[in-house]
Nanobody, 127 residues
Framework: QVQLVESGGGLVQAGGSLRLSCAAS????????MGWFRQAPGKERLFVAT????????YYADSVKGRFTISRDNAKNTVYLQMDTLKPEDTAVYYC????????????????????WGQGTQVTVSS
């Protein structure tokens, strides 16, 4: 069992930055690809970014490419999402998720592939 706890959300003006953290306990994250998803009010949960177990491969949704950066520190059992040049349309609850995989370089943008989810952290971008 893996417990994931997100932090770092908050209120920021458009053009600002936030860094989200996702701390894991219960198991080492070395065996998990990790992902970030977000859900705006009244909308479905959408993929944001994913990173492989090794940290060498990552993939982003077109809407955040060039503005967001996913990274991980396996020694700290933590995954990060650096969000720059934030826009009002980035407002959502952000969730991190863990995908148990045997493939070191694999990642997934499919929420159904993920085994564990955090409780989410609210990000609000004002115009």
């Amino acid at each position: 069992q893996v417990q994931l706890v997100e932090s770092g959300g908050g209120l920021v003006q458009a053009g600002g930055s936030l860094r989200l953290s996702c701390a894991a306990s219960g198991r080492t994250l070395n065996n998990y690809a990790m992902g970030w998803f977000r859900q705006a009010p009244g909308k479905e949960r959408l993929f944001v970014a994913t990173i492989s177990r090794s940290g060498s491969n990552s993939y982003y949704a077109d809407s955040v490419k060039g503005r967001f950066t996913i990274s991980r520190d396996n020694a700290k059992n933590t995954v990060y999402l650096q969000m720059d040049t934030l826009k009002p349309e980035d407002t959502a609850v952000y969730y991190c998720a863990a995908d148990l995989t045997m493939f070191v370089f694999a990642y997934s943008k499919d929420s159904k592939e993920y085994d564990y989810w955090g409780q989410g952290t609210q990000v609000t971008v004002s115009s």
